[in-house]
């Protein structure tokens, strides 16, 4: 369903090389449907690129109700985007994260859309992976943190990156990397790539003076800050983006020449319109890009700043901790010696706080020392709590190990994706993770699977067998006397559930999780509902008309929760795992490729059909108490 168009020359100048970053070649996706797929014909037209050569493509059911959704921005030609085509590099990265203070559920966020993204690539088919993380543990915030807490930055820096490494294994995040930017292999990069930009006249030195913002490591222009009143009421100066504190800062730095990459960076944002997501954050960069674009400090002086990594040949200057911090996705694609083999095949994903760093800067860093800017930058907005800003001062900040206990790791996994929308900033609270907790995962899903494996329904404990005669393939499913025992809204469900698997890989390029997961959830509750209409309990297993439908219907649940196991295993994967043990699905039949929902509906052998379930392990998900305490808060008993 894509119209292969021409990429735009290649050159070899500053501004050739912006050319390259011109159209690369946009598709639309067809909204109106062709008259073999009105007439409810079967379409795998879109299936190789989401599934490779080795899915089984006869079984890959398209219901045209799946081509239906309208499209949002057209999608991407696959030879930039859709990393899911076998044998493709993907090098998926988190931001690094500042040693400056324990992680909360915002960096939590950072770490587990990548996770979910890498994971789903994975499920994806064949092609090389990684997922990089890591900590920032360099520049005057690490500094006056390791001083104000009476110890050493490299101390603070170990002490705390270890937090960060073991809260993402205990989360389950999936990194291959963790990368420490006071390793001497990213030393060695730093060093590199400022030799390189210094090679290229890129750098010069020069006296600079303006507002600087330690918390945030930038300098920022009059524009950029205003007027506060401080705790004490005196008046005091702030960033206007994040609030905090500036102070006037004069000295001598080596400045890079941002402003001549203005034009490349333009051509390149206007030429690859998919690049950064979701599209409103690709907006922003393009009206900044509209704004002046002055050159950028890079250097301190080591006076001021010792905690860095020296400017090569000049010991008075470190180089700037945005340049160092940025590097580091160089460092772990191999740079300076092997980095060709992954790079660009670079993604982001960040904050929208750092947008400005991962989009103009970084970019342009890149293409002054020859190399292309990554393939994809993926922006999420922030977490609040209770409507505010999380904050040290407000006293609000939340521990993920400590939800981790509450909700369980998989629960909080869930909650965070499933209600975090990049487009827009997330409120946290408990109720709202518990209700939405134990709706969707304790009760629809493990309710689902409670039920249909239930010795009393299913006391064989087999996959049971489909029959087509209960349940026809029909053309005219209206017509109950041809399609066996099936309703309409049986039909429904099956078509819904063949169209899942192309509608959640949709949503996971267009970095919408949350929308994956809701059509997820959307299933599970229309597969609750056909198994409430049909009541299998109520049917007598020593009727063999009646054995036959219930069977067929145990058959058709067992199979939506396979399928939902399966797609829900970049987000929920212990969860998954237990429900498609359950199932009896052996670890090689998890793949994307094992998505063929209904084969016998189809006409086609099921490897599962009549095989023995896995062990029951107890209640799929556990359902989670609000604890005492804030119930007698929400009660009034407790101020
Ligand atoms: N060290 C820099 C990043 C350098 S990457 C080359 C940095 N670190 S950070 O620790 O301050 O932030 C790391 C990530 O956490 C950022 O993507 C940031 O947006 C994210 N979050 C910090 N607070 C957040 C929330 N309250 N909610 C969601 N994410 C937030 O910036």
Not at 92 to 115: C, E, R
Not at 264 to 293: A, C, M, T
Not at 383 to 392: A, D, E, I, N
Request: with cysteine; proline share 8%.
């Amino acid at each position: 369903m894509r119209r292969p168009q021409r990429r735009a020359p290649i050159g070899r100048s500053l501004h050739a090389r912006a050319e390259r970053y011109g159209p690369r070649g946009e598709t639309s996706r067809v909204a109106s449907l062709t008259s073999r797929e009105r007439a409810g014909l079967r379409s795998v037209a879109l299936a190789p690129r989401l599934y490779g050569a080795a899915a089984d493509l006869t079984m890959l059911s398209l219901p045209a109700r799946c081509l239906l959704r309208p499209p949002r921005r057209p999608l991407p030609a696959p030879s930039r985007r859709g990393s899911s085509r076998p044998g493709r590099r993907w090098l998926l990265s988190t931001p690094i994260f500042y040693v400056n203070g324990p992680p909360h559920i915002g960096h939590l966020y950072s770490a587990l859309l990548a996770d979910a993204l890498h994971r789903h690539r994975g499920l994806l088919g064949p092609g090389p992976g990684r997922l990089a993380t890591g900590t920032d543990e360099h520049g005057l915030k690490i500094q006056q943190a390791a001083a104000a807490a009476g110890t050493s930055p490299s101390e603070l820096c170990a002490h705390v990156s270890g937090l960060f490494r073991d809260l993402f294994s205990r989360a389950a995040v999936s990194f291959t990397d963790f990368i420490r930017t006071t390793e001497p292999r990213h030393r060695r990069a730093v060093q590199c790539f400022w030799a390189a930009l210094q090679g290229r006249g890129l750098l010069y030195k020069d006296f600079y003076e303006g507002w600087y913002c330690t918390p945030d490591e930038c300098f920022l222009t009059q524009g950029q800050i205003t007027e506060r009143p401080d705790a004490q009421g005196r008046p005091c100066k702030v960033s206007l983006e994040s609030g905090h504190q500036v102070h006037w800062t004069k000295e001598e730095n080596y400045m890079f020449k941002l402003s001549e990459f203005q034009e490349p960076l333009r051509k390149w944002l206007q030429g690859n319109q998919h690049v950064i997501s979701p599209e409103p954050f690709y907006q922003v960069v393009l009206r900044w890009l509209e704004e002046d674009l002055p050159d950028l400090s890079v250097s301190r002086e080591r006076s001021r700043l010792q905690w860095g990594i020296p400017v090569p040949g000049d010991s008075t200057q470190t180089i700037y901790v945005w340049v160092d911090a940025l590097v580091n996705y160089l460092t772990v694609a191999g740079y300076p010696d092997a980095h060709h083999a992954w790079w660009p095949a670079a993604h982001h994903v960040v904050g929208k706080d750092i947008l400005k760093f991962h989009a103009i800067y970084w970019p342009a860093l890149l293409m002054a020392v020859g190399l292309d800017p990554p393939e994809q930058i993926y922006v999420h907005s922030h977490w609040t709590v209770h409507g505010q800003k999380m904050s040290k001062s407000l006293g609000n900040v939340v521990d993920p190990v400590a939800c981790f206990k509450q909700y369980t790791v998989d629960g909080f996994r869930y909650f965070l994706l499933r209600q975090g929308v990049p487009e827009r900033d997330c409120d946290y609270y408990e109720e709202k993770v518990i209700k939405l907790v134990n709706s969707e995962l304790a009760d629809a899903l493990g309710g689902l699977l409670n039920r249909c494996t239930a010795p009393s329904i299913n006391p064989s404990g087999i996959y049971p067998h489909f029959s087509e005669s209960c349940f026809r393939k029909g053309s005219d499913h209206m017509d109950v006397e041809a399609s066996g025992r099936a309703l309409a809204e049986d039909y429904e469900l099956v078509a819904s559930v063949d169209c899942l698997p192309l509608q959640v890989t949709d949503y996971f390029e267009h970095f919408q999780i949350y929308k994956a997961l809701e059509s997820v959830v959307a299933c599970v509750r229309q597969t609750n509902g056909f198994f409430q209409r049909h009541a299998p309990w109520k049917l007598c297993r020593d009727n063999p008309a009646e054995k036959c439908w219930l069977d067929t219907v145990l058959h058709v649940t067992l199979e939506c929760l396979r399928i939902y196991g399966i797609l829900l295993q970049p987000v929920i994967p212990a969860t998954a795992d237990k429900l498609l043990s359950r199932l009896g699905i052996k670890p090689e039949e998890r793949a994307f490729t094992d998505l063929t929902f209904l084969p016998r509906y189809h006409g086609k052998p099921c490897p599962f059909e009549g095989r023995r379930l896995g062990p029951d392990t107890g209640a799929l998900f556990p359902r989670l108490e609000t604890p005492r305490r804030r119930q007698l808060e929400i009660k009034g008993l407790r101020p």
